[in-house]
């Protein structure tokens, strides 16, 4: 039987893993006919109302954001922990619940596809749900930065979790601060109507530098456990 302690590890590490996986769903995108192009469409157009796929895409992102807040809570009730470790896994129970919700906030249309869905998002006649939606997924990203941060800095003051491969995971949070930064200033660009300045690469490889960060956090809890 293994002990309680390196069971509980092994399934904070598996929850995250499958968070991680769950997350990274729209990959399989090249080999769906979703009319959307990856350069230009946010993700969260995948999982439009819409959309031909939409209800895989919504429902691979709350079962991700359940994924990762189980894990997130498991690690500060059986974790070792101090402020700033716990700071990180608060940030990740966050962005896990505000990815749950987002799907359940989908948008109605995807506007970088449908001049038509643009001109009612910018004219306010888009459903509650849809206006909601980039709040949703701005408390998830703020959410993940905070955890990845934290914990990426608590690995280097205190040794914890990451410390063996501090490397891998500063570069992976240093790369998802300037994702995230492009993204912010192509989201800016498309909302004054200057074009889309690359938003879809910006995005994706916002989302996969999380992913990826969240299975070299995973694979760490289960070394350390």
Request: proline share 4%.
């Amino acid at each position: 039987m293994p002990r309680p302690g390196r069971a509980r590890t092994g399934a904070v590490s598996a929850l995250l893993a499958l968070g991680a996986l769950a997350y990274s769903t729209w990959l399989i995108e090249p080999f769906l006919s979703t009319g959307l192009s990856p350069l230009s469409s946010y993700v969260s157009e995948l999982a439009a109302r819409d959309q031909p796929y939409g209800t895989l895409f919504r429902t691979t992102d709350l079962t991700a954001g359940l994924l990762v807040l189980a894990g997130a809570v498991g690690a500060l009730r059986w974790l070792p922990r101090r402020w700033g470790t716990a700071v990180g896994w608060a940030g990740l129970a966050l962005f896990g619940a505000a990815t749950a919700v987002d799907s359940r906030l989908p948008l109605s249309c995807a506007p970088t596809a449908d001049a038509a869905c643009v001109a009612r998002e910018r004219a306010g006649l888009v459903p509650a749900a849809h206006a909601a939606h980039a709040v949703s997924s701005s408390v998830a990203v703020a959410g993940a930065l905070v955890g990845m941060v934290a914990l990426t800095l608590a690995a280097r003051r205190h040794g914890s979790l990451l410390s063996r491969a501090y490397s891998s995971a500063l570069l992976l949070t240093l790369l998802e601060l300037s994702a995230t930064a492009w993204t912010l200033t192509a989201v800016a660009a498309f909302d004054a109507g200057l074009g889309t300045w690359g938003l879809g690469v910006g995005q994706r490889l916002q989302v996969l530098l999380i992913a990826v960060w969240l299975g070299l956090l995973a694979r760490a809890v289960v070394r350390r456990g």
